[in-house]
């Protein structure tokens, strides 16, 4: 029965960007794009999930496309706060690496102590 089938939702970070896009668009993109990926990366981040294939490879997505968004955002604090939501991603899916080269890419001092302070392991 084909009227009970539901279509499956696209991923947010899935559907393309229609023209260039301003600087609060697309902190607002990656802010949505982190809120949505939170579930897959808490999963691929417990110990009971880690052979979730289907769930990595979203939480990969997803982090991809936040940071190629993040690349084009000119404004400085702006990209520091959207790599800061990056970050915090990352941790939520156990990624300490991705973590750590975003967090060096901080640039405003006061984010960068914020997220040092929230995740000791990366100040090494």
């Given at each position: 029965m084909k009227w009970f089938a539901?279509?499956?939702q696209g991923d947010i970070w899935d559907e393309a960007i229609e023209g260039p896009i301003g600087d609060?668009?697309?902190a607002e993109r990656i802010r949505a794009i982190c809120e949505a990926a939170t579930a897959s990366a808490e999963k691929v981040g417990s110990?009971?999930?880690r052979?979730?294939?289907?769930?990595?490879?979203?939480?990969?997505?997803?982090?991809?496309a936040a940071m190629e968004i993040?690349?084009?955002?000119s404004d400085d604090l702006m990209r520091d706060d959207a790599v800061?939501?990056?970050?915090?991603?990352c941790m939520k899916a156990n990624d300490a690496r991705t973590a750590q080269i975003l967090s060096r890419a901080i640039q405003a001092s006061w984010i960068r102590e914020a997220v040092r302070r929230d995740y000791p392991a990366l100040s090494q």
């Open positions: 539901t279509k499956k609060i668009e697309a110990s009971a999930a052979s979730d294939k289907p769930e990595g490879e979203r939480y990969q997505r997803a982090t991809r993040a690349m084009k955002i800061r939501r990056i970050v915090d991603l």
